[in-house]
């Protein structure tokens, strides 16, 4: 299993499978204690996001989320020349995020270890962004930075231009999904129940 997780579920622009890792290393964890970071950062705005988006759209901007901030990723690699592997779900979760921050940026937050200093998402957001520039341009290796902000910045875009430019539009196209479904299951492409 292991040369199957380096594989394809790590990215990396010098490993041999490119694409499939930039989606699959979104739902692999370096330890436990990774995972339970990332999950619980996420719990902790899905209500928010899914509130904003509606969980069709959550699933779609989340997966793609974690294939932006990947490619994100992958250029400042190839940049650095710094090829080792990432995995995580940290530049999807930073997309969630930065997209409820950006939503709602008056929203009070707290840190779940110091819950009496409280600050605002948008002051959140923009410290996050901070500590992510700084580490990318010190060449800090202690997280993906450059996934970290792809996703934040992926976030942002999102929910000021994406939805109206991608989501709302989609309407052509789910139409004609659903006539090809229905001249197919009228042929007997379909099942019956």
Known sequence: MRRIMFTYFTSDPSSRAL???MLLSTFSHFSLFHMAANMYVLWSFSSSIVSL??????VA?????????TFVSYVAKMATGKFEPSLGASG?????LA???TKMPEAKLAIIFLPMFTFTAG???????AFDTAGLALGWRFFDHA???GGALFGMWYVTYGHELIWKNREPLVKAWHEIRTKNTGKGGGRSN
């Open 53 to 58: 988006l509606g969980c069709e759209q959550f």
């Open 61 to 69: 901007v989340y997966l793609s989320a974690g294939v932006v901030s």
């Open 147 to 149: 996934a970290h902000l």
């Open 99 to 101: 997209a409820v921050c």
């Open 123 to 129: 002051s959140a957001l923009k410290a996050i962004i």
């Open 92 to 96: 999807a979760i930073m997309t969630v």
């Open 19 to 21: 694409c499939s890792p």
